[in-house]
Structures are given as structure tokens and as C-alpha cells.
């Protein structure tokens, strides 16, 4: 069964530096997002990317974010200059365009997260 | 702004047991989603109900949307200690909002 999947797994960095987390979304699949889940606490919308834009944001998703989907297969996430408080884990979820009664159902799927961790 | 509230936020059963956890907003939502997450991996979907009154059967699982699409509740039959684990309901609207989750522990 098709999976999103996400590179790499665990990523260490020092306050300040640039991190870039991978996402390889479900290939049919049309719309791509990126929520982040500090440890405990609730999963948080961050983006949403459909026909290489962004189409909808968060207040979290600051200047410091921005995301890429440098080829046909990858989407990316990065972070300009790591805070302590971006730790969390980071999940890439997409989705196909199905409609029910005209509305998009926006089932989402999930890759495995990244656990990011800030010195 | 957008909320959806899951309550209980922790629940602690009996094998063999019947439960119901809610997922209450004031908004109302095109679609609205349950997953279930395990710690460490990330959301799995079980379901996406749409209509208003609409009910969805997954064995155990039974999911209902409110008339109003506003709220929705999960109701497990027979809970078995394979059912542990963090149930979120998310609500689609101009962008996805997660509830904070209700952590369901089936005690054998």
C-alpha cells in the first residue's frame, strides 16, 4: 500500500542553524501538508501546498519556514535559524482530490514524522 | 478561531467494556476525520463522515457525525486491549484543526 514517508527519522541541530526535513508524498496525490506535534501536546496545522503554492498557513509558519517541492516527487519543509522551541516532531501528510456532495473530503495521510531537537 | 474539543481526555476501561468519546466544536466543518496516533508515529486515518447525521461502522468502531456538523463521536463496542492508543478528531474547514485528543487505555 502506497505510504508517505519522511527523511530522516531523528535530526539533532544547534540553535541557530538551517534544518531541512523530507517528505516523499503518495504519488496520486495532489495536495501536501506539514503539521508539527511538541512532545505532549496537540498536532498543529503549520502548511498546506496545492499546484506549487501555498494555499493556506498558519501563525506558526513565520518567515523562518518555508516549504519546496523541488521535484516531482519531494516536498520539503525548512527552517532558516532553529529556535529551541521548534522542537517537536514534524509530519508531511497528503491527500488526493476526492469529492462527496461536491466537497473536498481531505483524508490526509501521514509519514512517519521527523522528532526535531534543538540545542 | 477554530477549536475542537475531545473529551474525555483520558479513559481508562475494562476489556469487554463499551465507551464513547465526543469531539465537540462551535464551528461546522465540510468533513471531519478520526485517527488513531501511537507514540513516536504519526496520525492514522480511520474515517471521514461528511453528511450531517451520517454514521460509519469500522467493526468496533462506530462514528457519528452531528446533524449540525459540528461534532462528532466514536463509540467502541467490546474494547479489547488492541484498541489502546490516542484517538484525535480533526475538522476540515478552510484548514485542518486537531483536537487535543482523548488517550484510551483498555485494561485487560
Known amino acids: 500500500e502506497p505510504e508517505v514517508t519522511q527523511t530522516p527519522s531523528h535530526q539533532v541541530t544547534q540553535m541557530g542553524q538551517e534544518v531541512i526535513l523530507r517528505c516523499v508524498p503518495i504519488?496520486?496525490?495532489?495536495?501536501f501538508y506539514w503539521y508539527r506535534q511538541i512532545l505532549g501536546q496537540k498536532v498543529e496545522f503549520l502548511v498546506s501546498?496545492?499546484?506549487?503554492?501555498?494555499?493556506?498557513k498558519s501563525e506558526i509558519f513565520d518567515d523562518q519556514f518555508s516549504v519546496e517541492r523541488p521535484d516531482g516527487s519531494n516536498f520539503t519543509l525548512k527552517i532558516r535559524s532553529t529556535k529551541l522551541e521548534d522542537s517537536a516532531m514534524y509530519f508531511c501528510?497528503?491527500?488526493?482530490?476526492?469529492?462527496?456532495?461536491?466537497?473536498?473530503?481531505?483524508?490526509?495521510?501521514f509519514g512517519p514524522g521527523t522528532r526535531l531537537t534543538v540545542l | 478561531t477554530q477549536l475542537l474539543e475531545q473529551s474525555p481526555q483520558f479513559l481508562s476501561i475494562q476489556e469487554g467494556e463499551n465507551l464513547t468519546v465526543y469531539c465537540n466544536s462551535s464551528s461546522v466543518f465540510s468533513s471531519l476525520q478520526w485517527y488513531r496516533q501511537e507514540p513516536g508515529e504519526g496520525p492514522v486515518l480511520l474515517v471521514t463522515?461528511?453528511?450531517?447525521?451520517e454514521v460509519k461502522k469500522l467493526k468496533r468502531l462506530t462514528f457519528q457525525f452531528g446533524d449540525a456538523r459540528k461534532d462528532s463521536s466514536l463509540h467502541i463496542t467490546a474494547a479489547q486491549t488492541g484498541d489502546t492508543g490516542l484517538y484525535l478528531c480533526?475538522?476540515?474547514?478552510?484548514?485542518?484543526?486537531f483536537g487535543s485528543g482523548t488517550r484510551l487505555s483498555i485494561r485487560p
Open positions: 463522515v461528511v453528511t450531517g447525521g
Open positions: 504519488s496520486n496525490h495532489l495536495y
Open positions: 501528510a497528503s491527500s488526493e482530490l476526492v469529492l462527496a456532495g461536491g466537497l473536498r473530503l481531505n483524508e490526509q495521510f
Open positions: 480533526a475538522g476540515s474547514a478552510s484548514k485542518i484543526i
Open positions: 501546498f496545492y499546484n506549487n503554492e501555498i494555499s493556506e
